[in-house]
């Protein structure tokens, strides 16, 4: 059974969490202070880069752990007819 890195699933839902934030914050200054949304826009994009990264690297060793098991189960005599 592959196993999910529950852990890095965490860190991306806590940085999804900041990106939120940060795009509220950009919402609120949009009209008072274009600076400090350009900022804002900017720490969202990176948290989302880094949320993105986390999940593709999950579900990468989720593929990579699939694959392994159904070439042992090929493999195995047990499974063969």
């Known amino acids: 059974m592959a196993q999910v890195d529950v852990n ?10 900041l990106a939120k934030d940060s795009i509220t914050q ?3 200054q949009s009209a008072a202070n274009t600076v400090l949304c350009g900022e804002a ?6 948290e989302i880069a880094q949320a993105q990264t986390l999940i593709s690297q999950v579900q990468s060793q989720l593929q990579t752990e ?7 189960s090929t493999n195995d005599p047990e499974f063969q007819i």
């Open 66 to 72: 699939q694959q392994q098991q159904q070439q042992k």
């Open 26 to 28: 950009a919402i609120e």
């Open 41 to 46: 826009l900017k720490q969202a994009s990176n």
């Open 8 to 17: 890095k699933l965490k860190q991306a839902e806590a940085v999804s969490s």
